[in-house]
């Protein structure tokens, strides 16, 4: 029964990664609007955050899950070959899906960034290490060999 470790830590790091990846891009989004001059007060970010959490969550999670399954996999050819540490591996394949998730959804939506929290450096430097932080949990929980 060992093996159902394997899904489940992809089912929860594609879960807490749609959950983290769309408040913290949400607070971008907000952040960038004060910046101009809205006032957003403390209840108007929890109620933005809890409806994209609801809103755009599901969606932003298909594109991760499947983004996942490909990086851990990958990940788990480079640990089997190369003799690498799992989390370091599991890490780095996160924010490389994360990464390479956000330049391709661009490219695919005629140049238009989706995740609109990741417009910025900043917003896409947190998305990545979002998913390098989801990369090790994963690890974590999938498994303890090296």
Do not use: K, N
């Not at 990958?74 to 924010?95: E, K, N, S, T």
């Amino acid at each position: 029964m060992a093996w159902i470790r394997v899904p489940l830590a992809w089912l929860a790091a594609v879960v807490g990664m749609a959950a983290t990846g769309v408040v913290v891009q949400t607070q971008f989004v907000l952040g960038a609007l004060a910046d101009v001059g809205a006032d957003i007060t403390l209840a108007d970010r929890m109620e933005m955050t809890v409806d994209d959490l609801a809103g755009f969550g599901p969606t932003y999670a298909v594109f991760i899950a499947i983004g996942f399954a490909i990086a851990f996999f990958a990940g788990w050819l480079v640990i089997r070959y190369a003799r690498l540490p799992r989390p370091l591996v599991h890490a780095v394949a996160g924010a490389a899906c994360m990464g390479l998730m956000l330049v391709l959804m661009e490219q695919v939506f005629f140049g238009v960034p989706v995740i609109a929290g990741a417009r910025s450096a900043a917003g896409f430097s947190a998305q990545a290490a979002l998913g390098a932080l989801w990369g090790f949990i994963y690890a974590g929980l999938s498994g303890t060999r090296r």
